[in-house]
């Protein structure tokens, strides 16, 4: 344990937050040429400068805002920089208020460079305020940088809230201060291998900022989840017969435990059929921490009951002496007898809470998962209320073996409708029609490329039609679409053909290992439809609350009216595993009691009466684990 604690007290560092690009995707490639061929690319820093008097066309916010681009195009780091004075005055550099105008800039060097080196600089040399203009710095990078620092200072302080908050839950349930600790160790445990197991594995692929979150939460929740579960047990085992208990512990609930972990574990390694190292971070993280729960749990926690013995029973044991006895027995009693009436209340309960999920929409993550305020939500807030179309987020159509008739595709591309404008060499067009003079730069190798604009309102609607459109415009020989717009709608496209492979196999990987624990055909199926219940109520939640805007005001979150593409992907791959967890807990149970006793009735009563217990109190330990995370200034 001090092994691993030393090799995790340094994984926070090494992990990094990427951007959503699928590998070999056609905006992939479009990037890849444009940087190759044309020595250009979308622009990730943006500087909004704001007039403190007049408008941005004064001659002294002039002047100060192309002594900005200079400073900026100089900064190490910077490729090249651009602004709305040295671009002609290019109407989509300038705010409708005539008050803000942005100086942009394409930086060199990779991720960690650029987020840990070229922006903090930028910060600290070019952002401030004089008596004629105030600065503000945003872009892409800079809200995944700032976003990365908020989620590892939601790491650390979830830390210090997680720890003390379980001890005080798990002493209230255990009722002796040495069996509220033993899950905690095994939760620690689990925490600091899978810690330490990220921190390899960073030296060799990408490791996303956000898996350090699901290590602490996972890992201190399965913790405790089998530190209760070998304890309950061995408290059962420990008043019957002290001798042997530990064995019979490990045989009975250590056998639980396995299945759970394994169950668990095929549900998260679905993760790894994503190409994208974000999710795959997640998959390495979930994977790590069944790893070394299941290890913790198994090996670690028996030898500590061992030297423990006694002294982690209850102080006052019921009168009967036999465990399961009370108000989990006699409901499992009264539901036996009605099943009909009880069961349908609690589905009609389940499915009106699910009803949201029809109402469904996905999107993508922008500025607006950081609290308002934050610099690069401020700079974005003001480009979506004050500018026509975001520079940024231009589309890119590269054409790079000719330049034929560019002029006239150019002119239909204009026509897609929420195209503001196309820009290439041969002019400016605006709703079929040349309106300006062509640009420089945009012809190299015997090829050449067009901007096209599109309207930021259109954009935030319906990114994927707009691409969609633009990518069915007949063009003069082959092109490729690329820029941050096709970049998301090609990592959609990816995640939406993968996702019913993902879906399919892990179900059956868990109804597989269910039919091995269980040696049955049913048990399996009725889990499976159990949990697909549990998802669909968990979406009902995730879109009256984030999608819909309910309690976004006591939550501290500004709702997008749609939900994040990956999230159905995470929630299936962990909250179905965990779902299943408690699923293995209960069946288990009440096949050993079908098989002690042969009696159908008596084994589902008395595993309900035995298991609900534990399962009720593993999972509030487990939802206020999560629940700290309510409070992180990040909505993801």
């Known amino acids: 344990m001090l092994g691993l604690g030393v090799a995790a007290a340094g994984a926070l560092s090494t992990f990094s937050l990427t951007r959503f690009e699928l590998s070999g995707s056609e905006s992939l490639r479009a990037k890849q040429i444009l940087t190759r061929q044309f020595d250009t690319g979308s622009a990730d820093v943006v500087l909004m400068v704001t007039a403190k008097h007049g408008t941005v066309d004064d001659a002294a916010v002039a002047a100060r805002g192309r002594t900005l681009t200079r400073r900026l195009a100089a900064h190490p780091g910077i490729a090249a920089a651009w602004s709305y004075w040295t671009r002609a005055r290019t109407p989509t550099l300038r705010g409708t208020d005539g008050a803000h105008a942005l100086v942009l800039a394409r930086m060199t060097g990779d991720v960690n460079q650029r987020r840990s080196v070229t922006l903090p600089a930028i910060e600290r040399d070019l952002v401030g305020a004089d008596d004629v203009v105030e600065v503000g710095l945003g872009g892409g990078e800079q809200v995944f940088r700032q976003v990365a620092d908020q989620a590892r200072r939601d790491f650390l302080r979830a830390e210090l809230i997680i720890l003390p908050l379980l001890f005080l839950l798990l002493l209230a349930v255990q009722r002796r201060v040495l069996a509220a600790l033993l899950p905690m160790a095994v939760g620690v445990i689990a925490t600091l291998g899978t810690l330490a197991a990220l921190r390899g594995l960073a030296a060799f692929t990408e490791i996303s900022t956000f898996a350090?979150?699901?290590?602490?939460v996972l890992g201190l929740g399965l913790g405790v989840d089998y530190g209760l579960l070998m304890i309950n047990r061995f408290r059962i085992e420990l008043a019957a017969d002290p001798d042997g208990a530990v064995g019979r512990t490990v045989r009975t609930a250590g056998r639980t435990v396995l299945f759970s972990g394994v169950t668990v574990a095929a549900s998260l390694s679905m993760l790894l059929l994503f190409p994208f190292p974000f999710l795959r971070s997640f998959d390495y993280a979930g994977i790590a921490v069944l790893a070394f729960s299941v290890l913790a749990a198994l090996v670690v926690l028996p030898a500590l009951l061992a030297v423990a013995g006694p002294r982690v029973?209850?102080?006052?044991?019921?009168?009967?002496?036999?465990?399961?006895?009370?108000?989990?027995?006699?409901?499992?009693?009264?539901?036996w007898h009605r099943p009909i009436a009880y069961g349908g209340v609690v589905l009609v309960v389940l499915l009106a809470i699910a009803a949201p999920t029809l109402g469904l929409r996905f999107g993508d993550p922008d500025?607006?998962?950081?609290?308002?305020?934050?610099?690069?939500?401020?700079?974005?807030?003001?480009?979506?209320?004050?500018?026509?179309?975001?520079?940024?987020?231009?589309?890119?159509?590269?054409?790079?073996?000719?330049?034929?008739?560019i002029g006239a595709y150019a002119g239909r591309l204009s026509e897609v409708p929420g195209v503001y404008r196309v820009e290439t060499v041969t002019g400016s067009y605006d709703s079929g029609r040349r309106t300006g003079a062509g640009g420089h730069g945009f012809v190299a190798g015997g090829g050449t490329y067009l901007a096209v604009f599109v309207a930021e309102q259109r954009l935030l609607r319906d990114p994927d039609a707009v691409i969609g459109a633009i990518r069915a415009v007949p063009a003069p020989g082959p092109v490729l679409v690329g820029g941050y717009p096709a970049e998301l709608t090609d990592f959609r496209a990816g995640l939406t053909e993968?996702?019913?492979?993902?879906?399919?196999?892990?179900?059956?990987?868990?109804?597989?290992?269910?039919?091995?624990?269980?040696?049955?055909?049913?048990?399996?199926l009725k889990a499976s439809l159990l949990n697909a219940l549990s998802l669909a109520v968990m979406f009902g939640v995730l879109v009256w609350v984030f999608q819909q805007g309910h309690l976004s005001g006591a939550l501290g979150f500004t709702a997008t009216g749609t939900l994040d593409t990956t999230i159905p992907i995470l929630m299936f791959c962990v909250v179905y595993g965990l779902s299943m967890d408690y699923e293995v807990f209960l069946l288990d149970r009440i096949i050993e009691e079908y098989r002690r006793s042969g009696d159908t009735r008596q084994a589902v009563v008395t595993g309900i009466g035995a298991t609900g217990p534990l399962v009720t109190a593993a999972a509030l330990l487990l939802a206020a684990s999560f629940a700290v995370y309510a409070s992180s200034g990040v909505v993801y």
């Open 367 to 405: 500025d607006r998962v950081l609290p308002a305020g934050t610099s690069s939500r401020s700079v974005s807030d003001q480009i979506r209320a004050g500018f026509a179309t975001e520079e940024t987020d231009v589309v890119q159509v590269v054409a790079p073996h000719t330049t034929a008739g």
């Open 212 to 216: 350090a979150n699901l290590a602490l």
């Open 498 to 524: 993968r996702m019913p492979l993902v879906l399919g196999l892990g179900l059956l990987a868990t109804a597989v290992i269910l039919f091995a624990m269980t040696r049955s055909i049913l048990l399996p």
């Open 313 to 335: 029973l209850r102080r006052r044991v019921p009168s009967d002496g036999q465990p399961g006895i009370g108000l989990w027995r006699r409901f499992a009693e009264r539901v």
